[in-house]
């Protein structure tokens, strides 16, 4: 099967390739992976990738080998010790990705008006978890990287999507923050 390319990817897998003529990427895991069409598409492309994502109903049958149930805050309890050269995800490490995630916002409107009516010592309560879920995604992650390996994450699916963490929050990891934009970063785990 010749893959088509899922062209909502094209802002990261741009990132993808430009590292890919910097540094030695062949193992790829991605988080938040969906249906799996972008790692059907990179190992069409001779990348050795891998998904995971909490939700399976999606998962297409001929990428089940290669794509995984689990929490993106727990990698270890799929991958265990091994460790990948680069880990990147598009639509995960954003506060409404994972707001969605947890409490099915973005398609529950009902549940956005009560969001709306929150008292604002709840809402900050809420916003606290979801920073700490992010943060913790990006600890798994750092964990599951080779030394040298990248973590390159795009939040452009709204144009309002912003990345969830900040460039303190990867340092305090333990990453080298190789780029910070609005909607898109590149963290390295040093060596
Ligand atoms: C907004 S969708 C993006 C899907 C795909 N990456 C894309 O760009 O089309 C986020 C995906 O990440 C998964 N996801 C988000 N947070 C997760 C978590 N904490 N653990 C496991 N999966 C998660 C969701 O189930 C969903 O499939």
Known sequence: MVEAFPKHYQ???????ELSARFPLRTVLELGCGVGHFVGFLREQGFLAEGIDGKTDLFRDDLMDYLHQGQLTDLKQVFGDRRFDMIVGRGVVCHG???DYSYGSR???????????????????????VQAKIERILESSFNQLMPDGLLAVCEDIDTDDKIGF????????GYHVLSYEIQEAVLQKPK
Not at 107 to 129: H, I, N, T, Y
Request: avoid cysteine; charge should be positive; hydrophobic fraction near 40%.
């Open 11 to 17: 802002r990261l897998y741009d990132r993808i390739n």
């Open 107 to 129: 398609q529950d409107a009902g549940w956005l008006v009560v969001m709306s009516a929150l008292d604002p010592q709840v809402k900050r309560e809420l916003e606290k978890r």
């Open 97 to 99: 990705s994972q707001y």
């Open 166 to 173: 900040s460039m303190e929050a990867a340092q305090r990891i």
